[in-house]
């Protein structure tokens, strides 16, 4: 612990020093090559995998059951309407969740004797629904709506709060890095997109925002103070505002990681809770991809963003230029 004091004491008062602003090409490289692969996943898998409630259905679920074996239920829809295309799953330990493509009246009744049959259970134990694909694209199209809005609302809170419009854009650029990424892993993994994973992605945004805002906010205060006796140029500023906040973006995202890790663990392997499995797994990726991204892709790019102004240029140079000088050896006159 005392190490890791001194360590965050050295990175606020710039004893010591980790140049993310310098080396914003292989950071910007990594995060371009992080936002392809997100991208290229779903295409080369032929899109994501939508839960129930956006492809549509028809949906069993038999419970109390003695034996949760999705064999029995496999071979039951399989037994009366061979076309169906069945995924089963077990919820908790003692349910069993059957869903199909849209059955008609008469298969869905035969499937729910089927059930019945396989799992030993009366037909009053095996509970039928059904959801239609217009409902996903509802939610889809509200989760989009409710994205834009969001955006925009932050794109222009943060320029009045900041007073510049380029911490903004480095700031929204930054949560749609994490957006795509999230979605990129939720990809290669198989899980479903479902509305609860809508939920979670909805949430990471924020949680994105506000590691940024306070990188940022730091990065203003160093920033606001350089004035003509200044020794930093506006990327060192910018750079030590990121290492003054680096122990602190870390603890926070551990702290909140952490309990997020374990509903992932206990929802997915315990209890089998679909929907705490699907929220967790988004909230935790946003997690870690939201640290990164503020560290690593929103502050180098506000440097990016503001180094060419004239009046930065002109005190950068005057900055380097004076260094320049104060390192240069005195040279003794010819004689």
């Known amino acids: 612990m005392a190490s890791l004091t001194t360590f965050g004491n050295d990175l606020y008062t710039g004893k010591r020093s980790i140049n993310f602003v310098a080396n914003r090409r292989v950071w910007f490289s990594v995060a371009i090559a992080l936002v392809l692969f997100s991208i290229l996943v779903p295409i080369v898998k032929g899109g994501f995998n939508l839960s129930f409630e956006f492809t549509g259905g028809s949906q069993f679920t038999i419970s109390p059951v003695a034996s949760a074996d999705q064999d029995k239920a496999t071979d039951a829809v399989a037994g009366v309407v061979p076309e169906a295309v069945a995924k089963v799953t077990t919820v908790g330990?003692?349910?069993?969740?059957?869903?199909?493509?849209?059955?008609?009246?008469?298969?869905?009744?035969?499937?729910?004797?089927?059930?019945?049959?396989?799992?030993?259970?009366?037909?009053?134990?095996?509970?039928?629904?059904?959801?239609?694909?217009?409902?996903?694209?509802?939610?889809?199209?509200?989760?989009?709506?409710?994205?834009?809005?969001?955006?925009?609302?932050?794109?222009?809170?943060?320029?009045?709060?900041?007073?510049?419009?380029?911490?903004?854009?480095?700031?929204?650029?930054?949560?749609?890095?994490?957006?795509?990424?999230?979605?990129?892993?939720?990809?290669?993994?198989?899980?479903?997109?479902?509305?609860?994973?809508?939920?979670?992605?909805?949430?990471?945004?924020?949680?994105?925002?506000?590691?940024?805002?306070?990188?940022?906010?730091?990065?203003?205060?160093?920033?606001?103070?350089?004035?003509?006796?200044?020794?930093?140029?506006?990327?060192?500023?910018?750079?030590?505002?990121?290492?003054?906040?680096?122990?602190?973006?870390?603890?926070?995202?551990?702290?909140?990681?952490?309990?997020?890790?374990?509903?992932?663990?206990?929802?997915?392997?315990?209890?089998g809770a679909e929907t705490l499995r699907d929220i967790s797994l988004s909230l935790f990726v946003g997690i870690l991809v939201a640290t990164y991204s503020t560290i690593f892709v929103a502050a180098p790019l506000y440097a990016l963003f503001r180094q060419n102004e004239p009046e930065i240029r002109k005190r950068d140079a005057r900055i380097l230029e004076a260094r320049k000088r104060s390192v240069e050896p005195d040279i003794a006159p010819a004689i």
């Open 93 to 271: 330990n003692d349910s069993v969740r059957v869903q199909t493509n849209q059955l008609t009246n008469a298969e869905t009744d035969d499937v729910t004797e089927a059930l019945a049959t396989a799992f030993d259970v009366d037909t009053s134990a095996v509970t039928t629904s059904f959801i239609g694909a217009s409902w996903g694209q509802d939610v889809t199209r509200q989760a989009l709506t409710g994205l834009v809005i969001f955006l925009a609302l932050a794109f222009l809170i943060m320029a009045l709060y900041f007073r510049t419009w380029k911490m903004s854009a480095a700031a929204m650029i930054a949560l749609l890095d994490v957006l795509i990424i999230t979605l990129g892993v939720y990809s290669l993994s198989g899980f479903e997109i479902s509305p609860a994973a809508i939920i979670g992605f909805l949430t990471i945004l924020g949680y994105s925002l506000y590691d940024t805002v306070v990188v940022f906010d730091k990065i203003r205060e160093n920033t606001s103070e350089d004035g003509e006796n200044s020794t930093r140029t506006f990327a060192e500023s910018v750079n030590l505002a990121v290492n003054q906040t680096l122990v602190r973006s870390i603890n926070t995202s551990v702290v909140a990681a952490l309990p997020v890790a374990s509903i992932l663990l206990i929802g997915d392997f315990v209890l």
